[in-house]
C-alpha cells in the first residue's frame, strides 16, 4: 500500500536495532512506528533545551526596574 509520506532509510548498529526492535514488541507497534516515536520524543526535548536556554538568557539580562507591572501590561 503506498504511503503520501516522506520515507527515510536508516542504518543502525546491531544492538541499537535490537534495542529498538524489543521496544516496538514491547509496545506493540512497527519498528518504524517505534522509531517515529522516539525521533518525535528526541525532537521535544532538543526543544525543551532550546527554549530554557532562551529562558535562562532572557532570567540573566531581567531587571525588575525595567519591568512592566501587571496593570501596565492589561
Given at each position: 500500500m503506498p504511503?503520501?509520506?516522506p520515507r527515510i532509510n536508516v542504518v543502525?548498529?546491531?544492538?541499537?536495532?535490537e534495542?529498538?526492535?524489543r521496544l516496538a514488541k514491547q509496545?506493540?507497534?512497527s519498528l518504524s512506528l517505534e522509531v517515529r516515536d522516539i525521533i518525535k520524543e528526541?525532537?521535544?526535548i532538543?526543544?525543551?533545551?532550546?527554549l530554557t536556554a532562551f529562558?535562562?538568557?532572557r532570567e540573566r539580562t531581567f531587571s525588575k526596574t525595567k519591568a512592566l507591572s501587571?496593570?501596565?501590561v492589561w
Open positions: 504511503t503520501k509520506n543502525l548498529e546491531k544492538p541499537l536495532y534495542e529498538v526492535a509496545d506493540g507497534i528526541a525532537l521535544e532538543k526543544e525543551d533545551k532550546c529562558a535562562e538568557s501587571h496593570e501596565e
